[in-house]
Structure formats: C-alpha cells, structure tokens
C-alpha cells in the first residue's frame, strides 16, 4: 500500500512538470527520456560529441603490400636447406638416452644438453645416384617459365593497334615504291579486243602485201563462153555514169595494234 500511494503521488506532480517544461529546454536537460525527436529523424544524443567534420576511429598506415603487389608479382621458390654435419641425430640420440634409463621428456632434454651425436650422412649403395641441377645449384628452379604479365595500359591506350597500322603502312609505302621501280603495268585485254587487234594486224598484211587478184568462179563448161549481143557503136549502157576507180587506201589500224618500228643498227663504216 505504502508502494502505491508513493507512485500515485509522484504522477501529478511529472505531470504538472512536463506541462510546464518547453522542448527546447527538454532538450537541453540531458535526461534521454525527455528529449523529443522530430518526425523522420533521430532522437538528438545527451552526449557531448564532437563537430559533424571529425572522423572516429584510428588511422591506420598504409600497407606496402596490396593487392597490386601480390597478384602482379611471383615469389619464387626457396627450397629448404638440406641437413648438413652439424645436424643432430635424433634417433640415435633418443635411444642412447632410453637405453641410459631416460623415461621423460623433461630427463630428455637434459640428456641432450650434455650429449651431441650428429648425423653421419648414408653412404652410397649399388650405384651413384644420378646428380641434378639442384644438388649443384640450390636455387634451381625446374618447371617451364610463365609468360610476362599483360601490359593492361597499352592494351587500354590502344598501343598495338597504333604500332600496327604504322607498320602495315610503312609496308604498303615500300611496296609501291618498288612496283613503280621494277615493274610494269601490264594491261589485260579482253576477247573482243584481242580479236579486233588480229584482224586489224591481218587486213595491215594484206595491205602490204596485196595477192594477185582471184579469178571469180565459173563452171569449165561456160570459161570459154564469149557475149553474143555486140551493137555497132555501143560499147557501155549509155546512162552509165563515167565512174573513175580511186587508188586504194590503207585499211585503219587500232592504235594498239600498230607494231612499233624496229630499231636498225647502224654500221660505222
């Protein structure tokens, strides 16, 4: 009872508290149940905390060591050193110390401190063990060797392609100044040129060189067969015009026909 009427008693009086109480000193009061949030947004902290520009935590230097370092380079190999004489024997040592009544491992240990048994190596047995690179070199390497890494920033700037069509052309330059150096053009005829060019060579002959001239074709029976109707006076139609025979012309020749004139040598006498 004596609980109860203490809480009853206490509500007026918060009640008449918060009635009184303006936001803004709420705020300010550093109670987290009194401050007031706006709608959308967080309740403001009743701590006292730094600027908004200051950056929490603690900076860490950067490693030497990033991504770029460990996937763009290989460490190599380095084999293990190979026992030498100064190399202890453990199993002859572990059964000098048991067969000397060492039971544990403490006693062990100090059973090794104060004897040093090293290691023999095995001699060789049946025949020599054949020698490879690494027994002469220790640092020998075996395997094939990877290719070099792709240079990304030529790929990206396009720098193979540019070398590329640098070199075609400079080739393609070198080409044509050799064809015009050492070559001909040669022109490629067609059917029908080189036909016209052989019948212009042939009438060119026979221009040259005319044959006599062929007797038309008659039947044996009618060779010796001469005209039977011979006027007095009138050897020709009279209205026949007086045609004259011109002399023959030249047949014309395609220019590319033309043989060109030999040159003659001329003796010195």
């Keep these: 009872k004596t609980g109860t009427a203490c809480v009853c008693a206490a ?14 000193y709420c ?7 009194l401050v007031k949030d706006d709608i959308g947004k967080a309740k403001p902290s009743i701590y006292d905390l730094p600027t908004e520009g200051f950056t929490y935590g603690r900076s860490e230097p950067a490693d030497a060591e990033g ?17 030498g004489p100064d190399c ?22 100090e059973f090794r401190k104060h004897t040093d048994i090293k290691l023999v190596p095995p001699g060789p047995m049946g025949v020599l063990p054949k020698v490879i690179p690494s027994d002469v070199i220790p640092s020998f390497a075996y395997g094939s060797k990877s290719r070099p890494s792709t240079p990304i920033t030529h790929v990206i700037g396009n720098q193979y392609a540019t070398e590329s069509e640098e070199a075609l ?3 393609y330059r070198e080409l044509e100044e050799y064809q015009a150096k050492h070559e001909k053009r040669i022109v490629k005829l067609t059917k029908m040129s080189k036909d016209r060019i052989h ?30 109707l011979k006027l007095p006076g009138l050897h ?3 209205s026949a015009p007086s045609l004259q025979r011109l002399p023959a012309e030249p047949p014309q020749v395609p220019q590319e026909a033309v043989p060109e004139p030999e040159a003659k040598e001329v003796s010195e006498e």
Excluded at 11 to 24: D, F, I, K, N, R
Excluded at 88 to 106: H, I
């Design 27 to 33: 705020n300010k009061s550093g109670n987290a149940v």
């Design 236 to 238: 020709q139609s009279a």
């Design 67 to 83: 991504a770029r370092e460990v996937t763009m380079f290989w460490a190599s190999h380095v084999p293990r050193p190979k026992p």
């Design 169 to 171: 052309a400079v080739h």
């Design 88 to 109: 202890q024997d453990f199993r002859k040592l572990n059964r000098t110390a048991a067969k000397c009544g060492v039971r544990n491992a403490r006693d062990l240990a």
């Design 199 to 228: 019948d212009a060579r042939i009438r060119m002959k026979e221009w040259r060189n005319p044959s006599a001239p062929k007797e038309p074709f008659k039947l044996t029976k009618f060779k010796k067969v001469t005209s039977k």
């Design 11 to 24: 509500l007026p009086l918060v009640g008449s508290a918060s009635s009184t109480m303006s936001e803004a």
